[in-house]
């Protein structure tokens, strides 16, 4: 199930369900983000889960969607920002620190970051064997490779290829273009 | 000219790399990628650069939110009772009755279950084929690929393949589907069936004589192949349904009091004991010890299952989770017997997490499930 509009509100009253969906939604992928700038594993986790936890009783949160993922993401950059300058490790960082300030390339991470989040949730609920197949065609091999690869037919491929793409489309409707909508 | 965010440039680059982009779309990412040089090279990497899903989906394997989550869930039960402590102070004041209550209002908040002890997953491809010498062969280890099972036998995928069979002896096959199982079949003569859950399939080998016979208990969705010289005929004890070529789903469950026949496409005739009745594309049956009955519905409901999905429209919370218990393999057992008459209308991806549709039911009326590995059971809220 996927973290949308309404949940936002749920949030700030401590709506444990709303809090599952968001965990599961995106605690992965903010943390994987923050790693970007050179933090270990844990301290990024700490980061991310600093940020979730305090979204209970704050009830100034944005109501739209996108901009909540923005005020997601600006959280997480300034806490960041606000470990490296504290714990003085500057200067081992200077090139963090700098990239931290520079507006266009969190820009080009949280694409990258987004690109991959959402294609994390499209593959997770697909049956096994399309996602197996799936996978590989997103990584560009041909039909022919996957059933040499698989041990399975071209023609195989080909309907489980078929088969994906409908689970997409429907996914796609459902899902995604409801952000499209105003562009 | 409008400021993109960068999820709806990364929406419209996953769209562009599915092939599932509108011209519209694609006219406002081209727009935003030649705005500027910066913008052309973040394109230009993340359309033309192969992404490496196997190892997004690696690095995603290797965190766990949920310790987190918990943590989180306790901070939250803290902050309530902080709170509640502030409005208890103020209850004293006033009455120490109220106080009473309120100690009970705050604690039943608290009980909310935590469900990472679910241990409920979505069935999966898997089967037994007895053979017609009595020999078991398991299908639906998804490492096995491709494979011969015998002679014109064979497996592609997830689907169990007759091809060329030329027999004059009529051997027989049985194909039993488990708890949390599915699986299709595609016979000699090219008719194409999906098994759920809990079923069983007989048939031979090849069809010979004037008739193609079959011996179904559970639910399958048929699209038999068109042959009017040799109709299809499924029997489920003393239960007939004769086809020439069509699609339709039946479902005949022994635990279940009526057998079910959903027609999509074509005609069919069924034969229960001395009773007789054709349907109509959009028509079902439903045939029990005693009666017999046809009526219009919306096929989807009936048959969506063999497309990924399950629909319920209007049911009672007893039939859908005794629908998804064969799919789930759970055990659902109702506090108050009246719970199970509560009626939800609403879809299910198959292969999706039932506790995410579970929390939409209790999210639309007043029922908690409380999961215990494989058990679920229905209280009151």
Not at chain 1, 22 to 42: A, M, P, R
Not at chain 1, 131 to 141: A, E, T
Not at chain 2, 64 to 90: A, F, H, P
Not at chain 2, 357 to 375: D, S, T
Request: glycine content about 4%; overall charge neutral; aromatic content about 12%.
């Amino acid at each position: 199930m996927k973290f949308s509009d309404v949940h936002i509100g749920m949030l700030s009253k401590g709506d444990k369900k709303a809090f599952l969906l968001l965990y599961d939604n995106y605690f992965v992928s903010l943390t994987i983000f923050v790693q970007n700038f050179g933090l270990s594993k844990d301290d990024s986790e700490d980061i991310v889960q600093e940020t979730f936890c305090r979204l209970n009783q704050n009830y100034n949160l944005p109501e739209n969607l996108n901009a909540f993922k923005s005020y997601l993401y600006t959280a997480v950059r300034n806490k960041c920002f606000n470990y490296i300058r504290d714990e003085k490790r500057r200067k081992s960082n200077e090139t963090v620190f700098l990239d931290l300030q520079d507006d266009l390339l969190i820009f080009d991470k949280i694409v990258e970051n987004e690109l991959y989040r959402q294609m994390h949730l499209l593959v997770k609920e697909m049956p096994p064997q399309c996602k197996n197949i799936f996978q590989r065609v997103l990584n560009g091999d041909t039909s022919e490779k996957i059933a040499n690869d698989l041990n399975l037919s071209v023609e195989t491929v080909k309907t489980q290829r078929k088969k994906a793409k409908r689970i997409l489309r429907e996914k796609y409707s459902l899902v995604y273009r409801s952000l499209y909508t105003f562009l | 000219m409008k400021d993109y965010t960068p999820f709806e440039i990364a929406g419209l680059i996953l769209a562009k790399r599915n092939n599932s982009i509108t011209e519209k779309e694609e006219r406002n990412l081209n727009e935003w990628g030649s705005r500027s040089e910066h913008n052309k090279l973040l394109y230009k990497r993340l359309l033309e650069e192969s992404i490496d899903t196997d190892s997004v989906e690696k690095i995603f394997e290797g965190y766990d939110y949920d310790k987190y989550y918990k943590e989180c869930c306790k901070k939250i039960d803290k902050s309530r009772r902080i709170k509640s402590i502030e409005i208890l102070k103020w209850a004293a004041l006033i009455a120490i009755p109220l106080t009473v209550f309120s100690l009970f209002y705050f604690r039943d908040n608290e009980t909310e279950v935590y469900r990472a002890m679910a241990d409920i997953h979505p069935g999966t491809s898997s089967a037994v084929l007895i053979l017609s010498d009595g020999e078991k062969v398991t299908l639906g280890d998804k490492n096995a690929g491709d494979q011969i099972v015998k002679d014109n036998i064979k497996v592609e995928s997830d689907t169990l393949k007759y091809e060329n069979i030329t027999t004059d002896k009529i051997a027989y096959n049985t194909i039993i589907i488990p708890r949390g199982g599915e699986y299709v079949l595609k016979l000699s003569d090219g008719t194409k069936i999906w098994l759920n859950a809990e079923s069983e399939l007989k048939y031979p080998v090849s069809f010979t004589g004037n008739e193609r016979r079959v011996y179904l208990k559970g639910e399958a969705f048929f699209d038999v192949t068109k042959n009017e010289k040799s109709p299809f005929k499924v029997v489920s004890n003393d239960h007939v349904i004769s086809v020439l070529g069509t699609e339709f789903s039946i479902r005949a469950y022994s635990d279940e009091k009526y057998i079910t026949t959903t027609l999509e496409s074509g005609k069919v005739s069924i034969d229960a004991g001395n009773r007789h009745a054709e349907l109509l594309p959009g028509q079902q049956s439903n045939v029990s010890n005693s009666e017999m009955s046809v009526k219009d519905v919306n096929t989807q409901l009936y048959t969506a299952w063999h497309n990924n999905k399950y629909v319920f429209d209007n049911q009672s919370l007893r039939e859908i989770l005794h629908t998804l218990s064969r799919w789930y393999d759970m055990d659902v057992n109702f506090e108050k017997y009246d719970l199970g008459d509560l009626r939800f209308t609403g879809e299910l991806m198959k292969y999706t997490n039932i506790v995410d549709f579970l929390e939409k039911l209790e999210a639309l009326e007043k029922v908690r499930f409380n999961i215990n590995g494989k058990n679920v059971l229905v209280t009151a809220y």
